[in-house]
Structure formats: C-alpha cells, structure tokens
C-alpha cells in the first residue's frame, strides 16, 4: 500500500473479527485489514464527493484524515458507519460490510450545539450506554461500572459530576471520547475531535487518542484541518481532494509531487520549524477554512 | 372538599394528567420542542370543535386531530417541526378553523371556554375511565421509548450511528405528546397545556438531576401545581387553570432565583 500505487489494494481480511485488548495486538495483527475500500463512490446532496475510492487500513492504524471542507471526510465516515448509501463498491470493517449499528465502530460526530447542558458529565455519557436499545434509562451495577471505566480511560472522572454546560470544549470532548469507548470499539471514527481547542489542547488529545488507541489495538480514523498536530503520532495520512483519495505515511503523501499530482493543480509543501504546511499556488493554505465562505462545513 | 363527588373526580383526573403530562414535558423541554407541542393543542382545538360539529365528543376530536397533526409533524421531520414560521402557521390556521366552527354551532359560547380554558370540574367519571386508559398507554410508551429518546436528543448523531431510529422516535414521541395534550387540555384546556405540560418540566430541567429522577420529579411537581391549583380553586373561587399557571411559573422562577443565591 503506496501512495502512488493505483492499483486497487488486496485487502487482507482479519483472521477474526472479534479483538483483543492487549497492547501487543497490534503488533500481532499485523497484516489484516480493519478498514477495507474497494472502488467506492460517495455522492453527498446529488454532488459526487468521492470517486472510485479503494484503499485498505490495518488493523491497529492511526490514520489522519485530511482535506479541505468538502472533500469529503464526514460524507467517508458516515458511509463507514452505514448511515450514507454507497452509488458504487464496498465498505468493509473487519471483513464484514459495513452496517448501521455496528458496535465495534466508535464514533464521535463533530461537536454541534450542546443539547442538555444541564446534565452532569456522568449521565451524558452514560446516556450513550446502550443507548438505541429501548426501554427506561437506568443503569445497573454493570452499566455503572462501564461508564465508570469509560470515564476513567480519558481522566475525566473529575468532570463526572460537574454539569456538562460549565465544561470547556476540551472537557466536553474528552467525555465524548468516553462515551465512544463505551462498547470497546476496535475501530474508531473521530470527526474533527481537534475543532476549536487550542493548539496545547489539541496535541494533548491526539496524544491521549493515540495512547488508547495503541493500548486496545483500536483502528482510529482522524479527520482534522491541520496536519501539525498529529504529526509524529500517526501512521498514515488519509487526504482526500477532488474526489479521490491518497493514502500513506507522511513521508509518502505529504510532498509537493504527490499532493500536486492529487490537486492536479501546483501545490507546495513546505517545512519549516518542524511544521509542515500545505501551500496552494495562490499562497493559502489548502487545507485552512480562511478562505472558504460558501463551503458547508458538513462535509 | 373531598367530600364532593366532582372534586374526587377532578383530583383524580388532575393526577392522571399529571402524571403524564410531566414526564412527556421533560422530553418535550429538553428537545426544544415546546412550541410544536403548543401548536398541537391548538390543531386539537379545530378538531374538538369539528367534532362538536358533528355530534361527536371533543375530546375524540382533540385527541384525534392532535394526533393526526403530531404523526405529520414527525413524519416531516425538521422541515417543519424545527420551524417557528411553519409551526406559528398551523397553529393560526387551526385556531381559525376552531373559530370557523364554533361560529357555525349554536351552543358555542359555554363549550368554547371549556375547551379553550378547561372545565376540570366537569369531568364525568366516564371520561375518568378514558383518562385512566390513555394515562397508562402513554407512560407504557414512554417507559419503553425513554432511553433511546434521550440518546437521541442528547446526541442524535451517535445515536444514529449506534443503530437508534431517529424518524421512528420523532413520530412516535410527538403522538405521544399529542395524546398527553388531549388528556392536559381536559385540565386546564388547549390555549394553557403549556402549564402542566412545560412548566413543572422546565423547572425540574433546571435542577441537573440524572434522567430517571429527573422524569419523576417532572411527573411529582406536575401532580403537585395541578392539586395545588384545584385545591386553592376550591377556597379563592378563581379558575383552576389560573392558579396552575401561576404555581408553574412562580415554581419555575423560584428555583432560578433559589440557584442563582446559591451560585
């Protein structure tokens, strides 16, 4: 699986689907594929916003997701989780088909408009526990020390009991990462996770995504709109433009020949204090919201 | 008081209604839902006046054309259910209908305030019965729908994700909340449902209690205002529906005032 390799990837299917949670699973896995495209066309509103896409994750991969708004990251991740019909090919997770309701796909939406604000961060996360299943909302011994568990994982056994409306964004979010581990996903699916937190913020919750990623074996997925704080945690880049789609290592996809060859339009890469920046032939960064008014930001 | 046959009743009704009407508030407040519930007992309004029209009893008209309007309403989804212009457009129209047909009968005046204000003390033990029945629908389908609904108000995306149908609550919920309208609109009539039906849940809302609590402290404080108000009925002579609104709103702006000494 190279960059600039176009033939479509032999997806290598997981000797099982059923995880382990060990910290050297992901070595030992080493070879199945989690996350298998194979010529996958997403369209979004009648608009085509993916084409012909087939690419195959590992088991174990921490993948930044990358593309300017509209390229097409939400419209992937929601295919993935069986909510987006496909117009052509097949999603695979854990060489099933992809399927709503899959419990081994964690899932964390973009942070929208916060709705019961008032709750303490103990009952929203447990709000998730099991949450499509019908009934009343209560929580037995073994719920409560799910989410206990789940809390605990991100730290965040301190927000536990303080309302959910007087958290900062960066503690709102480390409670819907929690709400995510619930079900012991082995794959997870985090859209925009890094959106309006500060720069120190940001890499602290790559950081900590990544250590319980490695930790459970877990598949992540990342989408962001820079690639600076995930650089030196990821082990693959996802960059989607103009409806296709690059996957590699860093080293492979983020250079001027392949990311040009993407655009089909000049574009730059350029390095600079351990940084790396997307420049456009216009002098924008590409990847940057500034310039893009129109655009949704669902996309 | 209790020794008279149509205060035993109306206690009674008050606690069915209440009972309900709490716990469907509390959903209906936390998904910002609250003026499509309000136009629901106004399309009940045209239908219990159409009813009246033909012979038949309001209350099936009510609750009929509530239920009707709320599956629309679902079904449409946030074309029209997240829309105040649409909503404060169905809501006119159907109290114009209302106003078209009570024109048309005769007897209008005296079942015109009953509807439109509640006739509490005019309950027969027959439609106790009625009561009693869609009290115990209503909370059957809410105990069944309660911990999906929250996960899919809390975060409709995750919930979605997870395997919850959206379109399927909406639907469901809002006939619930049309039923619970019916049944309120008997107390304290369709133009103040918002009384028993938004205030008590708004006001326990305010108190961060978890889910379970908080739906029982709904259906408590709804139960409370609602015999509150009967009893203070009884010794001032001022309409019930007065007194329930205003314990619902000095209830709500107490425990604001009460939370903003202690922060």
Redesign the interface.
Known sequence: MTAADSTPPECVPSPHAARTSHPAASDLRRGADSICLKEVTLARGGRIVLSEISLAIPQGSFVGVLGANGAGKTTLFHAL???EPTMRGSLSINGQPVR??N?S?G???QM?KL??G???G???VA??L?????????YGRAARAAVEAALAAVDAQSLAHR?VGTLSGGERQRLLLA??LLDNPSVLLLDEPLASLDPARMRETVARIHALARARGMTVLMSAHDINPLLGLMDHVLYLARGRALLGTVEQVITTEALTALYGAPVDVVRAGGRVFVVAEGGGSVLQEHDCGGCGVHA | MLEYDFMRTAFLAALLVALVCGPVGWFLV???QTFASHALSHVGFAGATGALMLGLSPFTGLAGGALVAGMVMGLAGDRVAGRDVMIGLVLSVAMGVGALFLHLLTRSASAATALLFGDILGISPGMLGWLALLSLGCLVGL??????L??????P????????RLRVLDVLFLGLVALATAECAQITGVLLVFTLMVAPAATV????L???VGLAAAAGLALAEAWGGLTLSWYTDCPTSFWIALLGGAGFLLVGLAQRIRA
């Open positions: 989780l069986g909510l709503r309701g419990r796909v899932y964390m939406p929208r709705t019961g008032q709750f303490t103990w009952s929203m709000s998730a099991h949450g499509q299943r019908w009934g009343l909302p209560w309302p709400q995510t | 936390l998904r910002g105990g069944l729908m309660a911990r999906p929250l996960f899919a108000t809390l975060q995306e995750m919930a979605e994700a997870k395997g919850a809302l305010r108190l961060s978890p889910p379970l």
